[in-house]
């Protein structure tokens, strides 16, 4: 089973810029390698529900939120199965706990556990 770890968050004064780490580890049935579609990035603040911030497919087409447009960079290593989220220019706003998302081409998704960013005004 493919299971997505994040790493990468922290407190960070606004201005400043942090970058997250997700890298989805495991097998699937019978040891085989994972090929995996679709890595992304969402998020939830305090009191509200998770929303998108960005996905990258395996063939490099990405997507953002437009709150995180110009600031947040997606990419991937697809020979690691890991996704990265560069993020400057961080707000207040931005607060949250950061999730992975990954869905493994065959398999169910499967969401990591999150870690959280706090930007501090």
């Known amino acids: 089973q493919v299971q997505p770890v994040e790493s990468g968050g922290g407190t960070v004064q606004a201005g400043g810029s942090l970058r997250l780490s997700c890298a989805a580890s495991?097998?699937?049935?019978?040891?085989?390698?994972?090929?995996?579609?679709?890595m992304g990035w969402y998020r939830q603040a305090p009191g509200k529900q998770r929303e998108l911030v960005a996905t990258a497919t395996d063939y490099n087409s990405t997507n953002y939120a437009d709150s995180v447009k110009g600031r947040f960079t997606i990419s991937r290593d697809n020979a690691k199965n890991t996704v990265y989220l560069q993020m400057l220019s961080l707000k207040p706003e931005d607060t949250a706990v950061y999730y992975c998302?990954?869905?493994?081409?065959?398999?169910?998704?499967?969401w990591g556990r999150g870690t959280l960013v706090t930007v501090s005004s």
């Open positions: 998302r990954v869905v493994p081409r065959g398999y169910l998704e499967v």
């Open positions: 495991g097998s699937g049935d019978g040891g085989t390698r994972v090929s995996i579609g679709l």
